[in-house]
């Protein structure tokens, strides 16, 4: 079981830079792959980067891909999303996520959620 906590949001303007924090509670933070969604007004949750349990592994939305960059520190029950070089098209709720079994990178295949923190992008 895993809580989780986003912080950072907040308005930028286009071009500008961003780091997102997720902090975590519980003894088993190590134990689960770590993600990070977005929900634009009017769309469906969709996939932004997600890291392994090691921190080894990342992956990212083609649409973020070279811009934001998502990492961990195990020791601190902390994930981070830093965001530069932002869009317009960035604008949303971000939220962060856990999955103890993760098998892709699909919103089903995690099991806690945070309650998600604004980011907008301005021009």
């Known amino acids: 079981q895993v809580q989780l906590v986003e912080s950072g949001g907040g308005l930028v303007q286009a071009g500008g830079s961003l780091r997102l924090s997720c902090a975590a509670s519980?003894?088993?933070?190590?134990?689960?792959?770590m993600g990070w969604f977005r929900q634009a007004p009017g769309k469906e949750r969709e996939f932004v980067a997600g890291i392994n349990r090691s921190g080894g592994y990342t992956y990212y939305a083609d649409s973020v891909k070279g811009r934001f960059t998502i990492s961990r520190d195990n020791a601190k029950n902390t994930v981070y999303l830093q965001m530069n070089s932002l869009k317009l098209e960035d604008t949303a709720v971000y939220y962060c996520?856990?999955?103890?079994?993760?098998?892709?990178?699909?919103?089903?295949?995690?099991?806690?959620w945070g309650q998600g923190t604004q980011v907008t992008v301005s021009s």
């Open positions: 519980g003894r088993t933070f190590s134990s689960y792959a």
């Open positions: 996520a856990a999955a103890m079994y993760p098998s892709g990178y699909t919103v089903g295949q995690y099991d806690h």
